[in-house]
């Protein structure tokens, strides 16, 4: 590795993640949006009087600060031809589609829910501070330069006058990390993660334009879930994607609202139609032009991000795209892109494995047939003991118990063969784990000590045998999880914090306006203990008798 480096910050780094801002409160009716999760702007802006007075302060926001999709509010005609928005972009059942015009609307709906954030964010970079903005997989869209232009005039306008140069001089929007060579590596984490996972994430654009719409952003599988389904959830109940796990949530509301569940359900399955069209169509797209121009203008910022890393050392640039490429090359391939066979079977296999160990139980229901069948060839002509011997077998249900147990044991066999590959799956698909090593993986070929990711919504704390540390900074919005919630809050606020070469993992006390080192559990999914393999050991026993 050369040896020159670009310097750091002076100042202690802060990293937060996963604030998830839509539409906030509407200061007229005095009313929350039911999709927001971020509710805690004082709490916020404190964190920044704290860390940010005398200047000197870097603060990463590591992706999901805003949440696009998740912003409902449907403009009206007017704001239509002021915003120049095709009106084919809007849908009032799901909201605005994913062009340039249709997100710097929501910049400004998301700004106006969000005031007293956003005027302390304006504070902070007065005073000298300096903000660095990473995209995530839900604010994908602050990849259009027209979004970054209108935060910064909205931040310009919070401003005090004579001061407003201080936004656009100490404002940085970074499209994929941050890096202060020797130190730190900060990333969303989206990417490792198939349904998060953009194909070309520096340059997230379709191949083809929607009629009447223009182009728009290439949209992960996760955010057709929010578009299609979870808004939907979440507009009847606001605390929808807040519950760990999320099937604790869908059981309840399932029990408590079948009629809206099976017309939700009417929706989930128009999302499957719409992402299995849109599977085909990027399929379709892969060998066209305009996809091939995408991967270029891709590959090309890449080069352009190891050129800002670098500063005018054409040595270290050299050596920093190459380790670039690599991380890109551990990407997740994205479940959309990869074609409508492989969507559906993602979508089905959960379904299909259930069928599979439900059958056997179900051909237990059979039962009384087949000993009816098997009575009627075994049961001999004669009134000898050997007759009497069959009634009695067959009086005691004998043959019933037998092929009911033989059933079941085949279904216990079956389910311990899916439970050990979904184990197996888990220790390679998991989210924890995946950020985990791919953490291990960048800090070795960067040679830094820290390695920074969020997404999973789950603050972590991994040290690795070479060194290093790797931090998950979890999120600021609230989590319900029963095992969780035992020893963490509901809202963490957690943050990572580096200053002289040292960092920690901490959590914002908003009682007592300071830091505190955060609890964290190991997340590491245990491997299951070895179930009873029923068939195997049943033949052992009879062979022994």
């Known amino acids: 590795m050369p040896k020159k480096a670009k310097k750091g910050p002076s100042g202690p780094i802060l990293v937060i993640s996963d604030l998830h801002m839509t539409g906030g409160l509407d200061p007229r009716r005095g009313t929350w949006s039911p999709t927001e999760d971020f509710f805690w702007d004082d709490d916020f802006a404190a964190f ?15 992706g999901d600060v805003f949440d696009f999709l998740q912003v409902l509010n449907v ?19 799901y909201g605005l589609r994913c062009s340039e015009p249709a997100a710097v609307f929501q910049v400004d709906t998301i700004f106006n829910g969000h005031r007293v954030a956003f005027q302390a964010l304006a504070n902070f970079l007065m005073e000298g501070n300096e903000v660095k903005i990473i995209k995530g997989n839900h604010d994908v869209q602050l990849f259009w330069v027209s979004v970054q232009e209108r935060i910064c005039d909205r931040l310009e306008e919070l401003c005090q006058s004579g001061r407003r140069g201080a936004i656009r001089k100490n404002l940085e929007f970074l499209p994929w990390f941050y890096y202060v060579p020797g130190l730190l590596y900060v990333e969303h984490g989206n990417q490792y993660e198939e ?20 182009r728009h952003i290439e949209l992960d599988l996760g955010s057709f879930i929010i578009r299609y389904f ?64 995408i991967v270029e203008k891709n590959t090309l910022l890449i080069a352009k991000e190891a050129e800002r890393f670098s500063g005018r050392d054409e040595q270290r640039g050299i050596w920093l795209y190459e380790r670039l490429k690599e991380f890109n090359a551990r990407t997740a391939p994205p479940v959309l892109s990869r074609g409508p066979n492989s969507f559906l079977w993602n979508f089905l296999r959960d379904p299909i494995r259930a069928l599979v160990w439900i059958l056997p139980i179900y051909l237990v229901t059979y039962v009384p047939a087949w000993s009816n069948w098997l009575e ?39 389910r311990t063969l899916q ?60 989590v319900f999880s029963e095992r969780e919630n035992l020893y963490r809050n509901v809202s963490q606020f957690t943050f990572a914090y580096f200053e002289e070469g040292k960092g920690e993992l901490l959590q914002w006390d908003t009682a007592r306006r300071s830091a505190r080192p955060v609890i964290v559990m190991d997340a590491t999914p245990y491997t299951q203990k070895e179930r009873v393999r029923w068939l195997p050991t049943l033949w052992k026993l009879i062979r022994r008798r």
């Open 419 to 478: 439970q050990r590959a979904r184990t197996r799956k888990s220790l390679l698909e998991d989210p924890v784990l995946r950020l985990r090593g791919t953490a291990a993986f960048i800090a070795d070929r960067l040679g830094v000590p820290f390695v920074v990711f969020g997404h999973t919504h789950v603050e972590d704390i991994q040290r690795f045998s070479t060194g290093s540390t790797y931090f998950n900074t979890g999120t600021w919005i609230s």
């Open 75 to 93: 403009p009206t005609v007017d704001e239509l031809h002021r915003y120049g928005i095709p009106e084919a972009d809007r849908s009032k059942r």
């Open 195 to 214: 349904a998060t996972s953009f194909a070309n994430f520096l340059n997230p654009v379709l191949p083809f334009d929607y009629p009447g719409t223009g």
């Open 230 to 293: 979870s808004n939907r959830m979440e507009v009847l109940d606001p605390l929808a994607d807040n519950y760990r796990p999320l099937s604790q949530f869908l059981r309840s509301f399932i029990l408590n609202h079948p009629l809206i569940s099976i017309s939700t359900l009417r929706d989930a399955l128009r999302y499957v139609n719409k992402a299995v069209t849109k599977a085909y169509r990027m399929k379709s797209n892969r060998k066209s032009g305009a996809y091939r121009a």
């Open 48 to 62: 920044l009087v704290r860390y940010g007075k005398g200047g000197g302060s870097t603060l990463v926001i590591n």
């Open 376 to 414: 009627g060839i075994l049961t001999p002509e004669s009134r000898g003991w050997g007759r009497i011997m069959v009634d009695v077998i067959f009086m005691l249900r004998v043959p019933q118990l037998l092929l009911a147990a033989i059933l079941v044991m085949g279904a216990l066999e079956i």
